[in-house]
Structures are given as structure tokens and as C-alpha cells.
């Protein structure tokens, strides 16, 4: 059935200040978006998030919505810095970095496009077989050159010197090109010494760039996936201070903190190794070509 305001031309008469125009179609736009929205591959299980339905319990998590909105606005003039959401589990990060997408998409129409890391490494780690009609580069292109990407979960990969070397890639080429990047990641801001931190896992340099390139913002929420969608404030106190996911009981981690000075002193480099203060990995390669 043809488009009854535009019968498919994809233009429509507006009157403006009795002066007749022509503009594009509503149709128009919605098939752009729906165009836009397929190349940006959002997975199935985040398709309904927006930013309507983001919930909104805490300081942290209404300042991040606030910024994802600000993000909007400013796309594309003077957006290149993207965000960085960091914290634990089910505090609706990756549900905001989808309803943002997805609303530079619908109001700006940004080429966007979604990937967990993981699944990203995967593809590219893929093209090495040699059944592989793709090289490693275009495998990578569509999170090299989109407009804005989301990058998931970063840091759930298993860490190796191949994995640092692709995500550095990822991560410099697109600083240079000042794309927006939004990252979501459980790492945490601790020092080296912490397997679970950005400094360990993807090494100094790309912390810095990352610092550089986003706007760091740690979510503190709760477990919307234990205490429901709609908690009231007696679920959240009640998680709180029972639930072993939340901040309050969770163990702590077995490794020295920042003030054990002699067993992080263990982990500095030598001396001599003046490349970087990154912990040097033996693994990677080998294993993953
Ligand atoms: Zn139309």
C-alpha cells in the first residue's frame, strides 16, 4: 500500500507562512531509521531499550542518562568525546549505551553500529582460518569507521598481548579519526595490581586514551536482575544489605590493594624496561592465530 501522504515519492508538501515547500516524508524517515537501525546490529535481547525505560535509582545512573541525553543533542557538532560506562553487573549500562544508539540514530541519523567485544575479537580472530574470504581489516572495519560504536562489555575477553594489540587498534584508530566511541565495561579504575582493572587488563596507554576519548562514568546501581525491574525503596534497601551481589558484601579481592606497597613493588617494571609501566603478558599470539 502506497504512502497516503507522499504515494511513495518520499516528499510532502508543508505549508510554511502560506509559502507551499516540499519536504521529506515522514515514510521517509522512518524507513531511513529502520535502515539505520538494521546495519547497527543492536542484539535481539536489548531491542527494547530506551532511554523511557532506563531506570533511574541512583545519583550516578541519572547523571549518566542526563549525559547520554546531552550526547544527542550535541551530535554531530562538537561530539566527538563519546562515554564510558563502568560498574558492576545489571546497573542498565549496556541498556543505556542501546537507547542511545538508537536515538542518534532516530534523531540525528547517525551510521552507528553495536558490538561485544567479544564477539568482535571473535570475528576478526575468525578471518585467520583459511576458509576465510575476509581479511582481519575489513572484519574490523564497520568499529573502525562508523560514526559512533559501541563497544560491550570490554574487558570480558580473555586477556592476551593479541587481544591488547586489536582493541589498541580499535581504540587509537578511532581517537585519531575523533569518532564517538561508548564503552561499557565491569573493569574497575584500580591500579595494575587488580586483574579486574583497566590498567591490568588492556594496559596503560589505552587507559589513557581512553580517559582522553570518553567521559568516565561509574555506575552504582542495583541488581535490577535480582531485586525486578520496578524495586521499591524497601527492595533496594533490603538488596542492599543482603544480596551477596552488592557492593556492601562482596568479598574482597584476594590480591594486595593499593597500599601494599611491597607486593605491588613486585609487579613494577624493571629497571631497564623503559617502554611502558604496562605489565607485560607472555601469552596472546600463539594461542590465538
Ligand atoms: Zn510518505
Known amino acids: 500500500m502506497p504512502c497516503p501522504i507522499c504515494d511513495d515519492t518520499g516528499w510532502k508538501s508543508v505549508d510554511v507562512n502560506g509559502v507551499s515547500r516540499v519536504e521529506r516524508c515522514d515514510c521517509w524517515h522512518q524507513r531511513l531509521y529502520e535502515s539505520l537501525l538494521k546495519e547497527a546490529r543492536i542484539p535481539r535481547r536489548y531491542a527494547h531499550c530506551e532511554f523511557s525505560n532506563f531506570?533511574?535509582?541512583?545519583?550516578?545512573?541519572?547523571?549518566?542518562?542526563?549525559?547520554?541525553?546531552?550526547?544527542?543533542?550535541?551530535f554531530p557538532v562538537s561530539s566527538e568525546?563519546?562515554?564510558?560506562?563502568?560498574?558492576?553487573?545489571?546497573?542498565?549500562?549496556?541498556?543505556?549505551?542501546?537507547?542511545?544508539?538508537?536515538e542518534l540514530i532516530r534523531r540525528k541519523g547517525a551510521r552507528a553500529v553495536f558490538f561485544e567485544s567479544r564477539e568482535l575479537l571473535k570475528l576478526?580472530?575468525?578471518?585467520?582460518?583459511?576458509?576465510?574470504?575476509?581479511?582481519?581489516?575489513?572484519?574490523?572495519?564497520?568499529?573502525?569507521?562508523?560514526?559512533?560504536?559501541?563497544?560491550?562489555?570490554?574487558?570480558?575477553e580473555k586477556k592476551s598481548e593479541w587481544v591488547s594489540e586489536t582493541l589498541?587498534?580499535?581504540?587509537?584508530?578511532?581517537?585519531?579519526?575523533?569518532?564517538?566511541?561508548?564503552?561499557t565495561t565491569n573493569l574497575a579504575d584500580a591500579d595494575n595490581t587488580e586483574p579486574a582493572s583497566f590498567a591490568f587488563h588492556l594496559g596503560l596507554r589505552i587507559r589513557s586514551r581512553l580517559l582522553e576519548m570518553c567521559d568516565w562514568i561509574r555506575i552504582e546501581g542495583v541488581d535490577t536482575?535480582?531485586?525486578?525491574?520496578?524495586?521499591?525503596?524497601?527492595?533496594?534497601?533490603?538488596?542492599?544489605?543482603?544480596s551477596p551481589g552488592s557492593p556492601k558484601n562482596r568479598p574482597k579481592s584476594g590480591l594486595p590493594s593499593r597500599t601494599a606497597g611491597q607486593a605491588r613493588a613486585q609487579?613494577?617494571?624493571?629497571?631497564?624496561?623503559?617502554?611502558?609501566?604496562?605489565?607485560?603478558?607472555?601469552?596472546g599470539r600463539a594461542g590465538s592465530r
Open 55 to 74: 531506570d533511574l535509582h541512583t545519583d550516578s545512573q541519572r547523571e549518566a542518562h542526563r549525559k547520554s541525553a546531552a550526547l544527542v543533542e550535541k
Open 81 to 102: 568525546r563519546g562515554l564510558l560506562f563502568y560498574g558492576d553487573h545489571g546497573v542498565g549500562k549496556t541498556h543505556l549505551a542501546a537507547a542511545l544508539l538508537k
Open 124 to 156: 576478526v580472530r575468525d578471518t585467520y582460518t583459511q576458509e576465510s574470504q575476509v581479511t582481519e581489516l575489513e572484519a574490523l572495519r564497520p568499529a573502525l569507521e562508523a560514526e559512533v560504536l559501541v563497544l560491550d562489555d570490554l574487558g570480558a
Open 168 to 183: 589498541g587498534l580499535i581504540v587509537n584508530t578511532r581517537y585519531s579519526e575523533k569518532r564517538v566511541t561508548i564503552i
Open 225 to 242: 536482575r535480582e531485586v525486578g525491574p520496578q524495586p521499591t525503596h524497601d527492595d533496594i534497601t533490603r538488596w542492599q544489605q543482603t
Open 267 to 283: 609487579l613494577k617494571p624493571r629497571e631497564g624496561d623503559s617502554k611502558s609501566a604496562d605489565l607485560k603478558w607472555p601469552g
